[in-house]
């Protein structure tokens, strides 16, 4: 139901932003650095632990993220590539096989003719430096906060907050609070998820030898896995493994002690980096195509994984989502600057029209190439691995598979032009 009109005294915001993760923080780090006055205030359910980018001793254990080459050209638009450029690895070639079978590419970034294909950061440095940047704007933070109730009005969006019992009002609230939102589901916003039947295992791994900047993806009868590069730590080559497997190999693999779970990752991965040396902790998670039923509505906009949460394998859920926070951000700005409703459902419609094409081939390649190298049948193999031949020995093939890891595939990041 829409009531027309808001709590009177109630605290008034141009944007609310739901979900104080990384996808949350970089669109209210892109609208401060506009020169529009944006009132924006940033809800975050978790209390945020003092970090120090500067910290100069890593963890084994730090989890990472794979950044894409568009994701760096919309952090250096935003003035943060070089606090984040000195803690990535870069990705320098990109490795792909099929396990039992001949077929594979390799993929370098000079052939590129770019620095780099991706990077490879720690959460916990991108984390840092994203919390420095925004505690140096205007954008009002309150952590931990949830909420408790969201009524849609004729103009404006009230939020009843869970922990203060306070009420705001807001002319656009963004929702940004991970798959199957709480948030979206008060509005009547629904997640649609497909299940692979995977669970995706992550982890750590020392290497015996050097990575020198090679992304290895392997395709195995059970799923897909990648090795990325990381930092070393106490001098040892470090990757990034993500590893898909069925519940039940699943389930023995996070049961199983550190000596044969590594015995088992040597089988399936090879002897590429050398013997795999040590394992720190894992974490294993369901595998699943999840999408909102809607992504806007007049005064509402879903993004991150609340918007689309993507199957690993290619590494696209973060950059697509920073795509998306970049076309957002700059599509607010123009209606702003020129006087236009930001948040009328026709202005909200042209971002998402402007970023539809892009979601959906991420989308498609992210869900189809897991099924793809899962198939079975000889006939199948056969067909996949004279792509990966074909791709090796055509530069064309190799660059426009190139351009879409780099997010280039349908569009030059706007703000990174």
């Known amino acids: 139901m829409v009531q027309t009109s808001g709590q009177e005294g109630a605290a008034d915001y141009d944007i609310v932003i739901v979900g104080g993760g ?12 506009q020169h529009a006055e944006w009132k ?104 931990p906060e949830r909420v408790a ?90 990757c990034a493994l993500v590893w898909t497997q069925t519940p039940e190999r699943a389930a023995q693999l996070m049961a199983a002690s550190d000596d044969d779970f590594l015995q088992a990752l040597q089988e399936s991965f090879g002897y590429r980096l050398g013997i795999v040396e040590k394992v720190g902790e894992r974490i294993a ?14 005064n509402v906009v879903v993004l991150g994984n609340a918007a689309h949460s993507l199957h690993p394998v290619a590494g696209q859920g973060f950059n697509l989502s920073l795509r998306d926070v970049a076309t957002l951000a700059d599509v607010l700005g123009a209606a702003k600057t020129a006087a236009i409703d930001f948040a009328s459902l026709e202005t909200l419609e042209h971002y998402q029209q402007q970023q539809v094409a892009d979601q959906q081939k991420t989308l498609l390649f992210s869900d189809n190439l897991p099924k793809l190298f899962a198939q079975p049948s000889s006939l199948m193999a056969l067909g996949r691995n004279s792509g990966l031949v074909m791709m090796d020995l055509l530069p064309s093939l190799r660059g426009r598979f190139a351009n879409f890891g780099m997010g280039m595939a349908n569009k030059e990041a706007g703000r990174g032009k």
């Open 22 to 33: 990384m996808v949350g923080i970089s669109l209210a780090l892109l609208l401060a650095q």
């Open 40 to 143: 924006v205030l940033l809800l975050e359910a978790q209390a945020y632990e003092q970090s120090d980018q500067h910290e100069s001793r890593p963890s084994f254990d730090s989890r990472s993220t794979a950044l894409s080459w568009s994701s760096r050209k919309i952090f250096s638009a935003a003035g943060l590539w070089s606090a984040l450029q000195s803690h990535v690895s870069e990705i320098k070639k990109i490795h792909v096989s099929d396990r039992g079978h001949v077929g594979l590419t390799r993929i370098s970034a000079e052939e590129a003719g770019v620095e780099a294909l991706g990077y490879v950061i720690e959460n916990r440095w991108i984390g840092a430096v994203l919390l420095e940047q925004l505690g140096a704007t205007s954008v009002e933070v309150i952590a």
């Open 149 to 238: 109730k969201v009524v849609a009005m004729k103009s404006k969006v009230r939020i009843d907050l869970e922990n203060s019992g306070e009420t705001i009002q807001t002319s656009l609230l963004v929702i940004a609070d991970g798959a199957n939102s709480k948030t979206a589901q008060k509005l009547g916003i629904h997640s649609d998820q497909q299940p692979y039947g995977q669970q995706g295992i992550i982890a750590n791994i020392a290497v015996q030898n050097p990575h020198c900047g090679v992304a290895y993806e392997r395709f195995t009868d059970q799923g897909p896995m990648a090795m990325l590069p990381l930092s070393d730590c106490d001098g040892l080559p470090r």
């Open 285 to 298: 998670y369901p595998l699943a195509l999840t999408t909102a039923s809607e992504q806007v509505r007049r």
